[in-house]
């Protein structure tokens, strides 16, 4: 009984590191969302009450939406790359190539200027060098 327990304590240890990734981003999104409404800054005196509250909370909602929905594809074109880099689908010389492939398949977008395999545009963003990945 006493090793049955031990066994079931030890799974639920290791489900725990792996939720444990995801949860304090989680945690911290809310807190900002929280501190960042309208009516959390009005309670602050930040910002006046508004006459008309429907127009602005439609737009503080849009205002979130462009934040946080329009950034998924970019999110899932870093990991996407950098998961291809590892398992050895992608050779160093289309480092580059291949990260504008996926730029424009999953968010529409080319990039402004003519790019080459000297470049190395993936590394612009931070999480790509320091191997922080996005989906957790």
């Known amino acids: 009984?006493?090793?049955?327990?031990?066994?079931?304590?030890?799974?639920?240890?290791?489900?725990?590191?792996v939720i444990y990734h995801g949860f304090h981003e989680a945690i911290g999104e809310a807190?900002?969302?929280?501190v960042s409404s309208p009516r959390?800054?009005?309670?602050?005196?930040?910002?006046?009450?508004?006459?008309?509250d429907t127009a602005?909370?439609?737009?503080?909602?849009?205002?979130?939406?462009?934040d946080k929905l329009a950034f998924l594809p970019f999110a899932l074109v870093m990991d996407k790359w950098r998961w291809d880099v590892f398992t050895g689908d992608?050779?160093?010389?289309?480092y580059n190539c291949h990260?504008?492939?996926?730029?424009?398949q999953y968010e529409g977008i080319k990039p402004p200027v003519l790019r080459s395999e000297l470049d190395f545009?993936?590394?612009?963003?931070?999480?790509?060098?320091?191997n922080i990945p996005y989906i957790r």
Do not use: C
Request: aromatic content about 8%; charged content about 20%; hydrophobic content about 40%.
């Open 1 to 17: 009984m006493m090793l049955k327990s031990r066994h079931q304590v030890r799974h639920l240890l290791q489900l725990s590191l």
């Open 31 to 34: 807190i900002a969302l929280s």
């Open 40 to 52: 959390h800054l009005q309670t602050l005196g930040l910002i006046q009450k508004s006459v008309d």
């Open 56 to 66: 602005h909370d439609t737009n503080y909602l849009f205002t979130q939406a462009m």
């Open 90 to 94: 992608v050779r160093k010389e289309q």
């Open 99 to 104: 990260w504008w492939r996926l730029r424009e």
């Open 121 to 130: 545009d993936p590394g612009s963003k931070y999480h790509i060098p320091a």
